[in-house]
């Protein structure tokens, strides 16, 4: 009996110390999201395949939500690239940030904004990882201009610092 006493106050010990972890604050309703929870929405409105030209080159691009929704995985391939670099996008706080996990061994990590039309978000460096000698993306837009279509710019430094900037123009495929 006494063991079965014990047995009952753990349990409810347990289930007190659980309800109280549970009562971490939830994510704010869709009424008031943060600036970088709107953009991230606005960004998952890309997801699915997509295909066109950067630099004149032809790119398939597939971007999907992941995550239960909390990462957008971009990847962006081509026969004339010799890997396939990805880039994470994701909440964190209020900010958005990205992650490119780039080719040449580095990570930059950006911060992104809206546009006031709400059509582009912007991202800008934030730090970055790994080795840069060969360069590395300081600069990533998306603009998104209908349904079916949106364009991406990145810039991009090269060694000596000298900025390189490439731009796409994608029609969605699915």
Known sequence: MRKLSILIILCAAATLVSAQEMSIPMPKTAGSQSDAQKAFEKLKTLAGSWQGSV???????????????????????????PDNPITMIYV??????????????????????MSPDGNSVEFTLIDITGNTEKGFMNHVAFTIVDANHHNEESTWMLPGNKPFRVTGNLQRTK
């Open 92 to 113: 964190d706080g209020d900010r958005l940030l990205l992650t490119h996990y780039c080719d040449s061994g580095n990570r930059p990590r950006m911060e992104g904004k």
């Open 55 to 81: 630099m004149g080159m032809s790119v398939q691009a597939t971007i999907r939500v992941t995550s239960r929704g909390n990462a957008i995985l971009h990847e962006m391939t081509s026969s004339a690239m």
